[in-house]
């Protein structure tokens, strides 16, 4: 069947369509694809049943056992897509191999596609809560994040094999092993698969009601050590140095920045000092978690957590500030408000609504942006409660989301975005 071409100007124009707050006015539909509709429809039983199997894997970042299962499951299946299949060292030791599965075709658009099968959950989480449905919601560690946008990929994948889609130049799908912690053992490899891309296709969670994603926050932790000295408890604690004291004194300094909102946030993650419970901590840390929507604000964050480790209320202690960054913030851009225009088309054209909006969830569409690839993030399953034990997925979302990938697919494989400008 000969497909309708969407161009960018196209999707320009239909971005007039979307409301800063993510609310949509109705958008100018593409006419509904019954054909891949109905495909859509008839992989959802295989597809929640790869997700049960898939989410029924411990795979917490570092758990290299579980990231092999994994990519046992899915490998075999990519393979008989007609795709070429290699395994990706981690760039870190104690990661599991990276997988890259390419497509060659007959057309125009080089699409990378990047989901992370790695999850924030520790060994023997699935004993605890394995994988269930209701009537609305499917449950367990990593069904959204972001295991429900793997199968959505790959099943994306499946309809155009089976019929029989060719017009794209390469489909290039990343399945990478460390986004949780920032993409430590993927970022050089994410660096070189985007310079054979046109365009990057995220498949981390779609945000309620109904969204996908144009604006990401940048993630950098600071950690402020501090060095004191030990003492006995009980005998001479005037003789210690209390590395602990001095640490809330030093968080208490540094709490100036907001907590919650759209804008730059520091939050207060992890806490240690001490060793013994008679002995006067000689040591103490602590990790800030900084989300930023520019690049300057790290360096505003950074200006005010070196000045206040210059004043110490306890004598004798040394603070020392550093910083480990993740991902650079997603801009909002012109070049994925029309991707984002693209996409509310396909939606418009099932009679649904496709909102826009942002959050602040690092992920690796910033890289792609700023090597100045085009990307659109949120495009796997609805869902919410990530990184906790409520985490679930919206199984009213499963079968447009995955006709809207399909399609968007189909789209740049014939008419690919310009880079960004």
């Keep these: 069947m000969r497909l309708r071409l969407f161009t960018a100007a196209a999707a320009v124009a239909l971005m007039a369509c979307a409301s800063a707050s993510g609310a949509t006015r109705p958008a100018k539909a593409a006419p509904r694809d019954a054909k891949v509709w109905a495909a859509a429809e008839a992989a959802r039983p295989a597809q929640l049943e790869l997700l049960k199997q898939l989410v029924d894997i411990d795979s917490g970042t570092g758990d290299v056992e579980g990231g092999r299962k994994m990519a046992a499951v899915l490998i075999p299946r990519l393979k008989a897509l007609g795709m070429t299949v290699e395994t990706v060292p981690a760039e870190q ?9 390419r497509l060659a075709g007959t057309g125009k658009g080089r699409i990378l596609m990047i989901g992370h099968i790695d999850t ?3 060994p023997g989480t699935v004993a605890q809560r394995p994988f269930r449905m209701d009537a609305q919601k499917a449950y367990g560690p990593g069904v959204d994040d972001e295991k429900g946008g793997v199968v959505e990929g790959l099943y994306a994948l499946q309809i ?15 399945m990478e092993t460390s ?7 993927t970022q050089k490899l994410i660096g070189r698969l985007l310079k054979d891309a046109d365009v990057e296709l995220n498949l981390e969670p779609g945000d309620p009601p109904d969204m996908v994603t144009i604006w990401r926050k940048g993630s950098t932790t600071f950690h402020i050590d501090v060095k004191g000295r030990a003492a006995h408890a009980g005998v001479d604690p005037q003789d210690g140095r209390n590395a602990a004291v001095e640490l809330i004194h030093q968080i208490q ?4 920045f907001p907590k919650s909102g759209d804008g730059l946030t520091a939050n ?4 240690s000092a001490g060793a013994r419970d008679n002995i006067i901590p000689e040591e103490a840390h602590a990790a800030i978690n900084v989300r930023i929507r520019t690049p300057d604000q790290i360096a505003q964050v950074q200006s005010v957590y070196v000045k206040n480790a210059r004043t110490t209320l306890i004598p004798d202690t040394t ?5 480990q960054g993740a991902f650079p913030p997603l801009p909002s851009n012109p070049a994925t408000d029309a991707l984002a225009a693209r996409a509310q088309a396909f939606y418009a054209g099932l009679g649904l609504k496709l909102g826009t909006g942002g959050n602040g969830g690092a992920s690796e569409s910033a890289l792609a942006a700023a090597a100045g690839v085009p990307a659109l993030d949120g495009l796997g399953p609805v869902g919410g409660g990530f990184h906790s034990e409520k985490e679930y997925l919206e199984l009213s979302t499963l079968t447009p989301r995955l006709y809207m990938l399909t399609k968007l697919v189909q789209s740049l494989g014939e008419d690919p975005p310009p880079p960004m400008k």
Aim: hydrophobic share 45%; aromatic share 8%.
């Design 93 to 101: 030791p104690g990661l599991p191999d990276n997988v890259v599965a």
């Design 179 to 185: 986004e949780e912690r920032g993409s430590p053992g």
């Design 120 to 122: 924030v959950f520790g």
């Design 319 to 323: 603070v020392t500030v550093s910083s």
């Design 268 to 271: 207060l993650t992890l806490m």
């Design 160 to 174: 155009l094999h089976d019929i029989g889609f060719r017009n794209f130049k390469q489909i290039t799908f990343l």
């Design 253 to 256: 300094a540094d709490d100036v």
